[in-house]
């Protein structure tokens, strides 16, 4: 009955390869977002979706490329992985836009990523 | 744009003494405001949030917090600190106004650390 999941929770690759994060959610939540955290455990947010449609997109290379295939789904594909990709990656959901709605984020477990 | 500052980057207080962690904020309207916690090698959880109304909003595990507008401060706090509170803690905005309608900011965090 988790919320919102991810996989892999561990991810250990070379550089230069690609690879993906995929999360998934059951609250019926409309926007979704990754958020980066690094060594210092600051927190900041990639991306953000909202049934399906991208609404949020900070300054990230454009290696990092998220999909939505429906707004239970948010994957994260990285191409040409380099050693400062290094972190852990949090897949979140929300329920709504309006401003009365709250926001209340809900997070996944985390992915840890090291590139190596 | 909006704002959130976590002055302390720890916090150490012992058992069944009184905790505070703070947090400040900048918003150009009323703030939407959050407290999540973060224990190792997991994803944040929500502990309480602040839309409207009353100033103090009681959460999880017996935690609260303070709106103060003229000090733009939400401070979070617990009458008598548990062990198993230590963890790191995150502070988090939204203004919703804001046109970027889902952006909720974090603070740095905090790590309390609550001692025997």
């Known amino acids: 009955d988790t919320a919102v999941s991810q996989t892999p929770k561990y991810l250990v690759t070379q550089m230069g390869n690609d690879k993906s994060i995929k999360c998934e959610q059951n609250l019926g939540h409309d926007t979704m977002y990754w958020y980066k955290q690094d060594s210092k455990k600051f927190l900041k947010i990639m991306f953000s979706?909202?049934?399906?449609?991208?609404?949020i997109n900070e300054t990230v290379p454009n290696r990092f490329s998220p999909k939505s295939p429906d707004k239970a789904h948010l994957n994260l594909h990285i191409n040409s992985l380099e050693l400062g990709d290094s972190a852990v990656y949090f897949c979140?959901?929300?329920?709504?836009?309006?401003?009365?709605?709250?926001?209340?984020?809900?997070f996944g477990e985390g992915s840890w990523l090291t590139v190596v | 744009a909006q704002s959130v500052a976590q002055p302390e980057d720890q916090v150490n207080v012992a058992e069944g003494n009184p905790l505070t962690v703070k947090c400040t904020y900048s918003v150009s309207g009323n703030p939407y405001l959050f407290w999540y916690v973060q224990y190792p090698n997991r994803g944040l959880q929500f502990l309480l949030k602040y839309i409207t109304g009353d100033n103090l909003v009681k959460g999880s595990y017996g935690f609260e917090a303070e709106f103060n507008k003229s000090q733009t401060s939400f401070h979070l706090k617990k009458p008598s600190a548990l062990v198993s509170d230590s963890a790191l803690y995150f502070c988090a905005v939204r203004d919703p106004w804001d046109s970027s309608a889902s952006k909720i900011i974090f603070g740095s965090g905090t790590r309390l650390s609550i001692r025997p």
């Open positions: 979706y909202n049934n399906k449609e991208l609404i």
């Open positions: 979140a959901s929300s329920q709504g836009l309006t401003p009365s709605s709250g926001n209340t984020i809900y």
